[in-house]
């Protein structure tokens, strides 16, 4: 989704269920991307990240899936709790020339609810 | 033991003042970065610096200085604030890039910087 005025789009999703979170990305050359999750008051938080020559990868709960073809990167969370509340970030790095410059989307907001 | 830490937390200022916010990482990371974040949430890097010399510095007001002292620090001044620059700025850093800067970016708590 895209952001409308000063709200971010939201996913609400019940507590135990899983979460799908979705990315389009625009640079074709970007080949580092990175997940983060930011609560309320705090910085973003590392979850999860996936270099360009792989297209899935897993960590504890989380999931994140790299489609290239399309452009498209996901995070997808199982049995969703409610300290998962919180806005999350795809992140995307480029070629060398863009040197630890992380182009960030624009946010999905995570309503979790019991 | 906190990685990234900033100060202030929050910094309330009049138009036209000069304010820094400081910025410390004991990580051991080489490099560090800003980051300004707007009232829609919206995340852009601002300045990176590698082991105190500046590798990135993108399209930002001259009125903004970023100052490395030694690489676990990077502080950020800003000269005749403007209403415009209201916003939370985070600091972050990562690991010297062996893998062309594709490390992970460890991020502070931020600094909620309004201006009046």
């Known amino acids: 989704g895209e952001s409308v005025g000063l709200h971010l789009p939201t996913l609400s999703v019940q507590e135990g269920d899983n979460s799908i979170i979705n990315c389009a990305y625009s640079n074709s050359a970007s080949d580092y991307f990175i997940w983060y999750k930011q609560e309320s008051g705090k910085g973003p938080q590392f979850i999860i990240d996936i270099r360009s020559n792989m297209d899935k990868r897993q960590g504890q709960r989380v999931t994140v899936l790299l489609n290239k073809t399309v452009k498209h990167l996901s995070l997808q969370i199982a049995a969703t709790q409610p300290g998962d509340s919180a806005v999350y970030f795809c992140a995307e790095m480029g070629t060398t020339d863009s040197w630890g410059k992380l182009q960030f989307g624009a946010g999905t907001q995570v309503v979790v609810t019991p | 033991d906190t990685a990234v830490s900033q100060t202030p937390k929050y910094l309330v200022t009049q138009m036209g003042n000069d304010k820094s916010i400081k910025c410390e990482q004991n990580?051991?990371?080489?490099?560090m970065y800003w980051y300004k974040q707007d009232s829609k949430k919206f995340l852009k890097i601002m300045f990176s610096?590698?082991?105190?010399?500046?590798?990135i510095n993108e399209t930002v007001p001259n009125r903004f200085s970023p100052k490395s002292p030694d690489k676990a620090h990077l502080n950020l001044h800003i000269n005749s604030l403007e209403l415009g620059d209201s916003a939370v700025y985070f600091c972050?850093?990562?690991?010297?890039?062996?893998?062309?800067?594709?490390?992970?970016?460890?991020f502070g708590p931020g600094t909620r910087l309004t201006v009046l």
């Open positions: 972050a850093s990562s690991q010297f890039p062996g893998t062309g800067g594709r490390d992970t970016q460890y």
């Open positions: 990580l051991g990371h080489d490099t």
């Open positions: 610096y590698n082991n105190k010399e500046l590798i």
